[in-house]
């Protein structure tokens, strides 16, 4: 069982920056893929973004060039940095840690971009 908690969220200006913090209760070097996902009400979740355990990277089309996810297998911890963040945006972050045997998901942090 890993427990995974985000932080890093909260309200910020178009054009800003935030960066998410995914820290897992357990060791992550073994898991298959580490993601983020966000969701909005009424919204199907959507994947941001995800880093594979040989290091292989992938991101939504809608955040290419302005986020980075990376991971800290040491510290059992996944990043997002985001960047010129737009309104649309606006979402609950979830991390996820996928292995073949299963998957976890924390509880989410709230990202609110407005002026």
């Known amino acids: 069982q890993v427990q995974l908690v985000e932080s890093g969220g909260g309200l910020v200006q178009p054009g800003g920056s935030l960066r998410l913090s995914c820290a897992a209760s357990?060791?992550?070097?073994?898991?298959?893929?580490m993601g983020w996902y966000r969701q909005v009400p009424g919204k199907q979740r959507e994947l941001v973004a995800r880093?594979?355990?040989?290091?292989?990277?992938s991101y939504a089309d809608s955040v290419k060039g302005r986020f980075i996810i990376s991971r800290d297998n040491a510290k059992n911890t996944v990043y997002l940095q985001m960047n010129s963040l737009k309104p649309e945006d606006t979402a609950v972050y979830i991390c996820?840690?996928?292995?073949?045997?299963?998957?976890?998901w924390g509880q989410g942090t709230q990202v609110t971009v407005s002026s």
């Open positions: 996820n840690a996928f292995w073949l045997s299963g998957d976890y």
């Open positions: 880093v594979t355990r040989g290091g292989s990277i």
């Open positions: 357990g060791s992550i070097v073994n898991a298959d893929i």
